[in-house]
């Protein structure tokens, strides 16, 4: 079985603007090349709003050099970005947005979420891209739960859900720019499965939810990231103690130099303050004005 070699737990929340109170599950400020392609993993853990009048969330920011990829398990959130992207994803849909060259964009609550309330959940990763692809245009894929490939385990036991990539023969509605796996899951508790991950892939697995023990001997809590060894090996075994709700990711590693400052996440710094400079000189276009 694939080699566990580091488990990270992370408990602690902090707001992303006002509608977003995530747990960061992994940086690549912190973890670097070892999780290449994957740059970063913000889990907003079930949270109860109130209705409100106002949309919370995140203003305008820019992005550039990377894919921001957002599943929404609970609640909406509504996108619009400066490259005519934009949006509302229901729970169960994922947003995949290319930022490439430059977008601003701004995340919120949907108008429907802001208005009844309840609760919210999602994750928000970060994929980087290729340096050759790094200033591509920017794009935006809306992909819904039903063109999401969903496969029951024996049992009733659990299901996987292929959002890029492919599982089992089944692929994923994603388009990516290196070879990526991004399947989400549930496995019940007092059961197991078996996964077969690329070898030689960066591979993570992230608990959202539960309790697992993984390849017989690791036992992992929720908020968690369990890394495993780039070998040879392709087999990862989860037993369920809890109910468990999880995320895998598998991708090349891309083998480039990263270089990040905030939004933006580069090879070099002459790019950084490239970067910089173009969103200061509007080069990054607007968010259309709503009409
Ligand atoms: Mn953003």
Known sequence: MKKVIGVYRNQHMHWVGDGFPVKNLFSYDRLGQAISPFLLLDYAAPYHFDPATVQRGVGSHPHRGFET????????????????????????????????????????????????????????????????????????????????????MDHEAGHIRVIAGEYGGHHGPAQTFSPVNVWDGELKAEYETFLDVPAHHTTLLVLLKGELVVNGAQKVLDSSIVMFARDSDSVIQLQAYQDSQFVLLSGEPLNEPIQGHGPFVMNNKAEIIQAFEDFNQGRFGKIPVKS
């Open 69 to 152: 990829v957002t599943l929404a398990y609970q609640g909406e959130v509504t996108h619009q970005d400066s490259s005519g992207g934009g949006g509302t994803i229901q729970a169960g849909d994922v947003q995949w947005m290319t930022a490439g060259a430059g977008v601003i964009h701004e995340e919120f609550h949907s108008p429907d979420f802001a208005r009844q309330g309840g609760l919210f959940e999602m994750v928000q990763l970060w994929v980087n891209l290729p340096a050759k692809d790094k200033m591509t245009a920017p794009a935006y894929q809306a992909i819904t739960q039903a063109e999401i490939p969903r496969i029951e």
